[in-house]
């Protein structure tokens, strides 16, 4: 049996684009000749996206349709599609028509060897400097700190097998980092060059800024992923060398004026000494905090980051 596919497509602002779009998807799809099923995930737009999607929807039950209550961001639309897809393999892709479906079947083949696939939009068709630039410095560094080295961290046109997607939590602008989460615990991530296109209708919803905070969420899954299980390991251990070398330094001082009458009140050594005494302690504290705030974390999941109005799904 064929496995099925979910494609899933973000949509703000994009009533030009959609209609476009959704003819060359299914155009692609039917020549597949797979199960599937497209999940247009509508994210607040202001336009009339939301009137186009339902006529599609009611025009072919293969399209599912989520709408947002307000604009909960990229990153929310597509762990909403996520949540409502039903395929095996799920593809996600941006609804502007920059990506490309006829890359689709290339994506799928490379799917058998896979759990993730990766786009590389080689040609990619986006103002150098604002754009382009930023993005090369970001997946330059996001590769080095993953250790999951690819192109285009960027690009929304990727493939996942099912398993891989139920078990990674999301937040922030934090779906371009999937391939690196995946990768940690152990799923085999490929990459395929794909078409970019420039955008035909509307505006861009990113500028410079989005690359600051794609770094700041870089910083956060690192940390994640290293400390999140266990974080008095890491900060415990700093908070003992910090607080140990603060102990023997006014150790040695307490000898010193003890054993010798020495003065000690002047001594630059001391404050360095209760400096590092201080310093462990709150490390250590730190780590017992990161502790609580672990197991806090633990016990609320599954807990949303976005608030549907209404789901369109035939059954
Ligand atoms: N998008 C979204 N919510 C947002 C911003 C963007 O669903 O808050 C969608 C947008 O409609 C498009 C995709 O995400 O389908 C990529 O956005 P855009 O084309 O603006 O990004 P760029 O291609 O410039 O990086
Ligand atoms: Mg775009």
């Known amino acids: 049996m064929k496995e099925t596919i979910s494609v899933i497509v973000p949509v703000y602002n994009e009533e030009e684009s959609i209609p476009i779009l959704y003819r060359s998807l299914k155009d692609v799809l039917d020549r597949m000749g797979s199960p599937y099923e497209i999940i247009f995930v509508d994210d607040g737009s202001e336009d009339r996206t939301p009137l186009i999607l339902e006529e599609i929807h009611r025009g072919d ?15 929310a639309a597509l762990v909403a599609g996520f949540d409502h897809a039903r395929g095996d393999i799920i593809i ?7 990506n490309d479906p006829e ?7 490379m799917m058998e060897d896979y759990d993730v696939v990766s786009g590389w939009r080689v040609n990619r068709k ?15 560094i996001i590769s080095r700190v993953t250790g999951l080295r690819l192109h285009d961290y960027g690009c929304t046109l990727k493939a996942y097998r099912r398993e891989v997607i139920e078990n990674i939590k999301l937040y922030g ?17 490929g990459e395929v060059e ?27 899954i690192r940390f994640l992923q290293s400390f999140s299980t266990k ?20 150790l040695y001082l307490t000898m010193e004026k003890l054993l010798f009458g020495q003065d000690i009140g002047g001594r630059p050594l001391l404050l360095l000494g209760v400096l590092l005494i201080i310093l462990g302690v709150q490390f ?20 949303p980051i976005y608030i549907l109005k209404r789901v369109m799904r035939r059954e």
């Open 126 to 140: 986006d103002p150098f400097l604002t754009r382009r630039l930023p993005s090369m410095i970001a997946n330059w």
């Open 284 to 303: 250590i504290g730190m780590g017992l905090l990161g502790e609580m705030l672990v197991r806090i974390y633990h016990e609320s999941q599954g807990k």
């Open 92 to 98: 996600t892709m941006d609804g502007d028509l920059q």
């Open 173 to 189: 602008e934090m779906h371009r980092y999937i391939p690196a989460v995946a990768k940690w615990a152990g799923a085999r991530v």
């Open 61 to 75: 039950e293969r399209v599912v349709v989520l709408t947002f209550r307000r604009n909960f961001g990229q990153t």
């Open 194 to 220: 794909t078409t970019h296109h420039p955008r035909r209708f509307g505006r861009s919803k990113y500028g410079l800024s989005r690359t600051i905070k794609v770094i700041l969420d870089l910083i956060t």
């Open 103 to 109: 890359d689709i079947p290339r994506l799928l083949e």
């Open 231 to 250: 974080p008095l390991h890491a900060f415990g251990l700093l908070g003992i060398i910090l607080g140990g070398s603060g102990f023997l330094i006014s």
